[in-house]
């Protein structure tokens, strides 16, 4: 952390007095850091967004400044979340839908280059959508996937992302911020102090970040394929299905109208009994032959 310069603040004229409890001490008219309680806070927010991208969420990572450009854009598509890099678009969580709308205009556009329709239109037209297609992709290409809210913002330089953590702020989304000895941390849910300014530190803070990240992201993986298994065996081990309604009850007004099968030992009790009631009969029709032949 040293060697990438974390702990160097701004000029003391220059400093918050709400940035007091992270300064460890001032040298050469700038403050320094105190690294013991930045460690504590990036464990603290690294937990945080691990648990965030275990459950699936999206971390939107918002960094416009020059030094933290390339950084952050490359650090954030590396673990598949999105980023802000260029101009903040004003409204773009508290007036979503309008950006979303953006978005699939030029997923529109990119449509009609497949079908081939985009050849059949004019030369002035080409050229005008395709210039349109291009600003839409250098200002949203990067959050094209981002179908709803994210569910957390990660800042570099709160001061430059103002706009952006005042939006955050008002949807309730929690806010990770990288806060330098001239910011305010009061709109920062989770902040973590460290020079802002210089590459190296931005990179460090972004590895931690981006690590905890990914670690999220392959528990999440590895829990997928343990349900996957067991989900197959259920299926495999023959749940039921339900019977429809009408079927069940046809099957109840057969069962009530079907005379009912006897069993062997009623059967066999029955053969017994047959030659008994028909013993009396027979008796009953050689009676009066016998008398006939006596009176003769």
Not at 169 to 197: E, G, Q, S
Request: one cysteine or more.
């Amino acid at each position: 952390m040293l060697d990438a310069g974390v702990h160097f603040g701004h000029l003391a004229r220059k400093w918050n007095p709400k940035m007091a409890p992270y300064i460890f001490d001032q040298k050469n008219g700038i403050h320094i850091i105190d690294l013991h309680k930045s460690i504590v806070k990036i464990d603290e927010a690294a937990n945080v967004l691990r648990q965030l991208a275990r459950s699936g969420r999206k971390i939107l990572f918002v960094a416009t400044k020059k030094q933290a450009k390339d950084i952050v854009a490359e650090k954030a598509a590396a673990v598949n979340m999105p980023y802000v890099t260029e101009r903040w678009p004003g409204g773009m969580l508290t007036n979503f839908p309008t950006i979303r709308k953006a978005v699939k205009k030029m997923n529109t556009i990119d449509k009609m280059m497949e079908d081939g329709t985009f050849d059949t239109l004019a030369k002035r037209e080409r050229l005008q959508i395709t210039r349109q297609r291009a600003k839409l992709e250098k200002n949203l290409g990067s959050i094209k996937d981002l179908s709803r809210l994210p569910s957390a913002l990660f800042v570099v330089d709160v001061q430059k992302e103002m706009n952006a953590v005042k939006e955050a702020n008002r949807l309730n989304i929690p806010v990770i911020a990288m806060v330098d000895t001239c910011c305010d941390p009061t709109p920062i849910d989770y902040v973590i102090p460290a020079n802002d300014d210089a590459a190296k530190s931005i990179a460090y803070i972004m590895d931690a970040v981006c690590g905890a990240i990914k670690e999220g992201l392959e528990e999440r993986k590895l829990e997928k394929e343990k349900e996957s298994p067991e989900q197959n065996e259920a299926a495999a081990s023959g749940k039921k299905l339900r019977s429809r309604k009408g079927a069940k009850a046809a099957e109840e007004v057969k069962a009530e109208t079907a005379p009912a099968e006897e069993t062997p030992a009623e059967a066999q009790a029955a053969e017994t009994a047959a030659p008994e009631v028909a013993a009396p009969a027979e008796t009953a029709e050689t009676a009066p032959a016998a008398e006939e032949q006596k009176a003769e």
